[in-house]
């Protein structure tokens, strides 16, 4: 038996975790690991016949030789990268290219197959957890950290510089650097919060600004307004305005004022006569600050065709109306302004547009009393000193109890020292309430809060394998699913040693996946993979789609999202995201595509009928939208998209100066088929876009915008395509056919993505044993998502760590 294999014995808890999510295949995994090595394939005839023709030491092609392989490799550990690598383009049936002579398919399931099992068996007696780096919180997990440890409902991930992103998240340790400029954003933003979370703040009046969303000018006429409620946070019946999340650093008076449009030409400046504000009460704490006007049964949008000189656009005739606009503050109207439906000005003013809300601003706060009790105040406050001689026992029992939340872990006097002094300097100088504020500062810039900090036992080998703490498996199991720091309930099990039990483990999983919190899959984990953060740098030409605004990006975005929200709530089947029958709308999306009887602003769970072609995925316009250029689909880009993020099967980059698509010839406009078939002439791109295009071209029905159409260029749109192994297929309906056709290859593929954020690093070769069976566990539950997060969190990479090489 190898040495490892006692490593195997040692973990046995943790094994019969996966037996809850994969079964029987665990199970009997752990038999394999706890036996004698496998005998190993014998690969050497399938890679004479079929491969080594061009991986060899001469020919080297794409650097590859397979001279030096050897049927016993995988067996002693020899290769496995290359083995890997073997596994997954012949079972992609990448390779051999197809131009070369194919292995009967019998021969290649058979050679898939038993290359699997050895690699799976030989990784399950030598867990390989890969290499370990430090990692910083991201600003979004900082963010989140903050919010929970303090009770602090404000978002301060917008005052720290954007993160680096790799293998397409931007919670991967190696490219989360910190600089001195970085670590000065952190200390300023450490102030800021400190004082809002005692109480502390400045009480001089400022002001903060909200510019609610909306479109530019609309044919150099003015912003355009809309006769629909713009927020859920403001009351039924209302139009217009808008509503966003306020923190009062004091119970005070504060003015919350409307900046409205004037329907003149330039309306980026503002001017006084459109300002209306009204002075409210606020309690201290977070609070939401909208202002609307009320709907109007029929209001006069029309858009004059000449515009600019006083000659020829019309003036109003008749004097401006009187509107009601309320103000609102936690969903309650507080008060009404008066407001005139239009403003004469020396630029002219024209009735195009409802009179609309451009800006909310919140002053304040104005005579302010005394820092009442916020969430923030109770949570820090553990103790309240009576007298000064209390004072300083008392700080130490606020440090211990924030160190221990903030540190993800029970403190030591040596954590507790450094706070304290900071405390006793602040203290010495001023009071106790802002000695406590300067320790909450200094918490928040710790490294042990910062970053996720894990520890080796004593006198670890390098490159030896062991368990992570339960402590340090809380705070893997938190970041991932709430990209933010463990609560109360699993700390505790964590202290207990009771959270790496696998029943409790899977309990919290399931509990932790229900919570709120976990939104943060949707924000963080969906809004990378699926390119949802790239909508709002899209821009598309409103010349050729005019229906574009900002009402049906918002849409585009908040359907991916409560799609993606409702599958991992409910426990949806993986399978979803390609061939759902149902998806998520309101009014203007809708409409936008071209689905009756759905009405209004909110969105509802709407069946779909297979004659709109929208389940799934790839009919969903947010993703149709970031795969396309301004003014024109690509066939390419939506291809790639297909290959990356579902089939984790991406083509090799371009080659250099890849000449630009031609889209005209002989003066007539080319479709987009006729542009790619000029350019795979080029044999250097044709064996990239042999498996890109066929998937792009089955998408050209629908436009830049995620709009259905029948034409392109003048011409009748041709989604037909061809797949490299000659399959044929048309349309987004035979596509998604096609990608139902190789589920298990999509799962694999969504497998690795989730993995690679819940490590924080990208997946390697070692990591694709852990990845077949978490994919086979949950086939045998119907490819639900929650049995992928079950498999990932009960896997040897996430639940073991590797000591670092010295």
Known sequence: MFPETAVVHTLHPRLSIGALTAGALL?????????????????????DQHCASCHNDIDRVAKLSFDDLHDSDVANGANLDLWEKILRRTSLSEMPPRSKPQPDPAQRAAFVTALGHELDAYATVHPDPGNATLRRLNRA?????VRDLLALDVDVSRDLPQDNSGYGFDNVADVLSVSPTLMDRYVAVAGKVGRLATGLASTRPFVTSYEVLKDGSVRNSGRPAYNERASNALPLGSRGGGAFSYYARYSATYEIAGWLNANTNNETDRQPEDRFALRVSLGAGPHTIGMAFHRQLAPDESVQTLRNTLDVVPLPVDPPRTLALDVVVDGAKVGQLSVPSYRMSSRFSQTNFPRDVLQIDVTGPFDARPAGETPSRA????????????????????????AHRAYRRPVSEADLAPLLRVYARERAGSDFEHGIEAMVEAILVSPHFLFLIEHDPARSAPGSVHPVSDLELASRLSFFLWSSIPDEPLLKLAEKGKLSRPAILQAQVARMVADPRADALTSNFAGQWLYLRNLDQQRPDIAVYPQFDARLRSAMAQET???????????RSLLDFLNADYTFLNQRLAEHYGIGGVTGTAFRQVSLDPAWHRGGLLGQASILTVTSYGNHTSVVKRGKWILDNLLASPPPPP???????????????????EQLEMHRSNPACASCHVRMDPLGFALENY???????????????????????????SGPDGLRQVLMARKEEFAGAFTERLMTYALGRGVNPRDMPAVRTITRSAAAD?????????????????????VPAK
């Open 655 to 673: 080659p250099p100066d890849v000449p630009a698509l031609v889209d005209h010839k002989d003066g007539r406009q080319l479709t987009a088929r």
């Open 27 to 47: 199970a009997a995994l752990s038999v394999a690991a706890r036996s004698q090595e496998p005998a190993p394939i014998r690969a050497s005839a399938m890679l």
């Open 141 to 145: 997990e900082y963010a989140n950290a």
């Open 561 to 571: 999202e409560l799609f993606f929200g409702h599958m991992l709530r409910s426990n």
């Open 782 to 802: 119907g490819y639900r998502i929650q049995s992928v997060i079950q498999g990932i969190v009960a896997s040897d990479p996430f639940r073991l760590r590797k």
């Open 379 to 402: 949570g820090i406050s553990t103790c309240r000193p009576s007298r000064t001689s209390a004072e300083a026992a008392c700080a130490r029992k606020i440090a211990a109890s924030l």
């Open 703 to 729: 436009d830049a915008v995620g709009g259905w159409r029948q034409q392109d260029a003048g011409q009748v749109i041709d989604a037909a395509a061809v797949l490299p192994d000659g399959r044929k297929f």
